[in-house]
């Protein structure tokens, strides 16, 4: 088979998830994180979005409705992840989740970004984000950019809250 590549510009535009009860699932993402509403089909689906745009996230229950979370080791989505413009507004919103009370499963700094992570009512896993700069990701001796898992630093990152 030829090689092909990817164009450098894509993007991967949406998710659309399977949820089991819409108004929960619009009180996660709307109410807790914060996205808007743009439209309803009834109380089947809806489209949400940051900043205006048709949508970032689609929900349904055209399958789903009533159903129980899949199961963790079941094939299927590992996250959504939503990536924030800067560091202080992943800063606000663990601020926000915390304020809330909202579950937290996880908090990472991976040298290329850092995040936190944590379930919708589905229990979707949800990675809320943001990167450093391209030019401070970490690099091995050969250039080549590296990654790791390593503890957030909550208290950092909520410093810039303040």
């Known amino acids: ?36 509403l743009m439209m309803k089909y009834g109380d089947q689906a809806a489209f949400i979005s940051a900043g205006g745009y048709h949508h970032h996230i689609g ?18 989505l590992y996250h959504t992840a939503i990536l924030y413009p800067e560091r202080k507004d992943l800063a606000a919103i663990l601020q926000r989740l915390i304020d809330n009370k ?35 990701w970490p690099k091995d001796d050969n250039g080549d950019m590296t990654m790791f898992t390593k503890a957030l630093d909550v208290k950092g990152l909520l410093a810039l809250g303040k």
């Open 1 to 36: 088979m030829e090689e092909y590549k990817v164009p450098a510009n894509t993007r991967i535009g949406h998710v659309h998830l399977k949820v089991s009860d819409l108004q929960k699932s619009l009180d996660f993402y709307c109410g807790l994180l914060g996205f808007e």
């Open 59 to 76: 929900l349904n229950t055209w399958h789903s409705k009533g159903q129980p979370p899949a199961h963790e080791t079941s094939p299927g």
């Open 102 to 136: 909202y579950p937290i499963t996880g908090a990472s700094d991976h040298g290329v970004s850092e995040a936190i992570y944590l379930d919708d009512p589905d229990g979707n896993g949800v990675e809320l984000y943001w990167d450093r700069p391209k030019e401070e």
